[in-house]
């Protein structure tokens, strides 16, 4: 039976999926049988036949994680020793990890403020115009790339080539200022600004994430309101600023809101692009540093008990927007 | 979504309030003269537009040409300067690449290809089973707890999943089961739950309760309305979350970095390796990324219209 936990080629690998699924399918298909057959059964047998599985998996794999995780944030790197608040400390007051918290607050700040900004400009600048669809779809691409192939297409366009005879630049960027008349420059090496052009990457692949939602909200408006603007005398950027902007404003929240916290737990494009090199680390890169390379378990849980206080306030945000919305209902 | 966006996390049911008050119709004429007043009629509102297009697709561009240039070409020239090339028929082009990064000894990415699909359909297949059981039941069981449940499941969205790695990998060795395509399909598949079931509940209740009633005073039981008056209309819903889950998967770094061993590592592993090892060979890195990008592509262009449906759902209906 040694294939089912270790197939060797194509076929066996397939084999071992089907047998997965076959598996889960006949497990399932029996706790429903078994909760429908008798005629009268109370509703909470019922209950836990459908939500019993889901659940056991998110008390396993979600609850009882987070708990350890908390657990052993209070305790040394090798999860022995009781050190109390140590590795908060540490991270929070050594320079090194400061900076680390430094950085993820430029990507919080940036990446959905920047996306949204954009996608939202280019949502009412697209709006009602023969090539709406097609040009929404360009920008929507890139939803579909993961952040490593975003990463990729990225760290070539900002390649380097030193300024020698004979020798073009391969890089889209840097021969653009090599036309432009200016030295070719090392964009993923120089602080503070290399944070900057990683988080391009972050914003090239959100904004169609923020065009899309904000778009459907555009066409919400009721057209009597714009129609009233219209008549009102406002044109251009007062409708955009007094009609469009508090029209959507929910959506607005929910998208910033979104892309912060996507933003906040993505390390692909960082561990990618630079590997946390070059003053670029951010928490969730960290936390897999700490983790995985460095072995160090206590400075890991609590980097990620930090990332999660960090998306409390952010929920909390959105939860309070949407009693505001309900309370106008 | 790769840690890609997640929409809908605690979007909640937020824009229902701007929902239009029953617009009046526009006649067509009217529609086009609103059209034409339209911002784009300013030359700079159109220049703005074409910029924010060019620039989101050049870089693609530009690493699809250079995947298809001879090694050498693409150490000596950028692939802009193929383009007079083009017109002319001098440009050269060749497969190798693809051919070095899917077989070489380098790389070897045809057997991660494998890998990809073998993790990525049994991880949107449980979750989406597992959450529709769970939304039917929070939305049409009546059963003590249930708020209480549905918040909690709702809430468990917040956790990071940088929280649950370490414990469930240490669990994963001590079953002696880690690295196996097992413990992988296990993770994604509890990572998936807390928006799944919010997104499917959210469907669920959408439909109309009177089909459910009529179904139950026929005497049919919850299994039986779940498959026979439930089911077929969460066919598009499914679709979209199911969408959702498969890009999310397939376009995965963490849980594939974490939990695989390097004989069942998914594509993005490899292509990230491949981009930490051989940073400098673009003909590697541009047509490793293309071979990453390709499956996403195709199943995103073929299937938008349930993925943006989707993600209004998630991010706007609530």
């Known amino acids: 039976m040694s294939w089912l936990l270790e197939p060797s080629g194509a076929t066996e690998k397939f084999l071992v999926m089907f047998v997965a699924i076959l598996l889960f399918v006949a497990v399932m298909s029996l706790v429903l049988f078994v909760v429908d057959r008798p005629k009268r059964i109370p509703n909470w047998v019922v209950a836990i036949g459908f939500v019993g599985v889901p659940l056991a998996f998110l008390l396993y794999g979600l609850i009882r994680p987070t708990l350890i995780t908390v657990w052993n944030s209070f305790f040394d790197d090798t999860s022995t020793e009781f050190v109390g608040l140590d590795n908060y400390v540490t991270a929070f007051t050594q320079p090194q990890f400061q900076k680390v918290l430094l950085v993820t607050a430029a990507w919080v700040i940036l990446a959905p403020l920047l996306s949204t900004v954009i996608g939202l400009v280019y949502a009412v600048l697209v709006d009602r115009t023969r090539f709406e669809k097609a040009a929404k779809a360009l920008v929507f691409i890139p939803m579909a790339i993961s952040m490593v192939g975003a990463s990729i297409i990225w760290g070539f366009v900002y390649e380097f080539r030193p300024e020698q005879a004979g020798i073009q630049q391969i890089g889209l960027l840097n021969q653009v200022l090599v036309w432009l008349g200016m030295p070719p420059q090392q964009f993923l090496i120089g602080q503070p600004w290399n944070t900057g052009f990683l988080i391009v990457v972050m914003i090239w692949i959100q904004t169609g994430f923020a065009m899309t939602v904000l778009s459907a909200a555009i066409k919400a408006i009721p057209d009597d309101i714009v129609e009233a603007a219209r008549l009102d005398g406002l044109h251009g950027m007062q409708m955009f600023r007094f009609i469009t902007v508090p029209s959507i404003r929910p959506a607005l929240v929910v998208v910033l809101t979104t892309i912060a916290m996507a933003t906040l737990k993505a390390f692909d494009i960082v561990r990618t692009m630079t590997g946390g090199q070059f003053g670029t680390q951010v928490v969730a890169n960290e936390f897999y540093t700490q983790a995985f390379r460095q072995n160090n378990q206590g400075l890991a849980a609590a980097l990620a008990v930090v990332l999660f206080i960090l998306v409390i306030p952010i929920i909390v945000y959105n939860v309070g927007q949407m009693r505001k919305a309900e309370d106008i209902r | ?318």
């Open chain 2, 1 to 318: 979504m790769t840690t890609t966006p997640t929409p809908g996390q605690a979007a909640g049911p937020l824009v229902e309030d701007d929902s239009p008050a029953t617009p009046r119709k526009l006649s067509r004429l009217e529609k086009r003269a609103i059209a034409t007043k339209g911002r784009l009629s300013s030359p700079w509102a159109s220049g703005i537009a074409i910029i924010i297009a060019v620039l989101w697709t050049i870089p693609s561009v530009g690493l699809l040409v250079t995947s298809f240039r001879p090694e050498l070409d693409i150490r000596n020239s950028g692939w802009w300067t193929v383009i007079p090339g083009v017109f002319t028929g001098e440009a050269e082009f060749t497969a190798d690449n693809y051919n070095e990064v899917l077989y070489g000894n380098s790389s070897n990415l045809a057997d991660t290809f494998v890998n990809s699909f073998v993790i990525t359909i049994p991880a949107v297949i449980i979750p989406i089973t597992l959450a529709l059981l769970a939304a039917y039941a929070f939305a049409w069981i009546p059963f003590k707890g249930r708020e209480f449940l549905f918040v909690a499941v709702f809430a468990l969205q917040v956790v990071p999943l940088q929280v649950a790695l370490v414990p469930l990998l240490s669990d994963y060795v001590d079953w002696g089961i880690n690295g196996t395509f097992w413990t992988v399909w296990l993770s994604h598949s509890i990572f998936a739950l807390p928006l799944a079931i919010f997104l499917l509940h959210n469907f669920m209740k959408d439909i109309p309760a009177s089909l459910v009633e009529a179904a139950r005073v026929d005497g049919a039981g919850h299994v039986k309305i779940f498959f026979r008056v439930l089911f077929p209309l969460l066919v598009p819903a499914i679709a979209s979350f199911g969408i959702f889950q498969f890009l999310w998967v397939w376009n995965d770094l963490l849980v594939g970095l974490t939990f695989t061993s390097p004989a069942y590592r998914p594509m993005t592993v490899a292509v990230a390796e491949l981009a930490g090892s051989r940073g400098g060979d673009w003909h590697l890195l541009t047509a490793g990324a293309f071979v990453a990008m390709i499956v996403p592509l195709i199943v995103f262009i073929a299937l938008q219209r349930f993925f943006v449906r989707g993600m209004l759902a998630g991010a706007v209906k609530g």
